[in-house]
């Protein structure tokens, strides 16, 4: 039991050490979502094109 408490005051050190920064300000998170939507639609119109018959 004492190698799992060991672990999780490990872990609770390692998470609570910092904050997150933001460090890529190029990647916009509207353009990601924008780009990723763009290509969801795409694949949904590819693949009604291959299903005309149905």
Same mark, same amino acid.
């Given at each position: 039991?004492?190698?799992?408490? @060991?672990?999780?005051?490990?872990?609770?050190?390692?998470? @609570?050490?910092?904050?997150?920064?933001?460090?890529?300000?190029?990647? @916009?998170?509207?353009?990601?979502?924008?780009?990723?939507?763009?290509?969801?639609?795409?694949?949904?119109?590819?693949?009604?094109?291959?299903?005309?018959?149905?």
């Amino acid at each position: 039991m004492t190698a799992f408490t @060991s672990a999780h005051a490990a872990l609770t050190t390692l998470a @609570s050490e910092g904050e997150h920064v933001d460090t890529h300000t190029s990647i @916009s998170p509207y353009m990601t979502g924008g780009g990723a939507l763009v290509i969801l639609l795409l694949l949904v119109w590819i693949t009604t094109r291959f299903n005309r018959d149905r």
